[in-house]
């Protein structure tokens, strides 16, 4: 199984969207203290995702969801 998610960081007041084949494992790593764009807040829940066949299908939609966020802009 493969997962598109949307997290959002209160503290940043931001929200960060991805694919992933463990979801849970990747909420972790998010909220690990490190140097990307979701380092530093550790507060990143997830409030969206979609299970998928395959990781082309996954990435699809995190793809699709990247560009309504371009479309609002």
């Known amino acids: 199984m493969f997962y598109a998610y949307i997290l959002y960081s209160a503290a940043r007041n931001k929200y960060y969207v991805g694919s992933t084949s463990n979801l849970q ?3 972790k790593k998010h909220n ?3 140097s ?3 380092g530093h807040t550790g507060d990143w829940r997830i409030v969206w995702s979609e299970v998928f066949a395959t990781r082309t299908q996954a990435i699809l939609k995190e793809k699709e969801i990247k560009n309504w966020k371009q479309a609002d802009d």
């Open 32 to 34: 690990t203290n490190h």
């Open 36 to 38: 990307g764009f979701t």
């Open 25 to 27: 494992n990747r909420l």
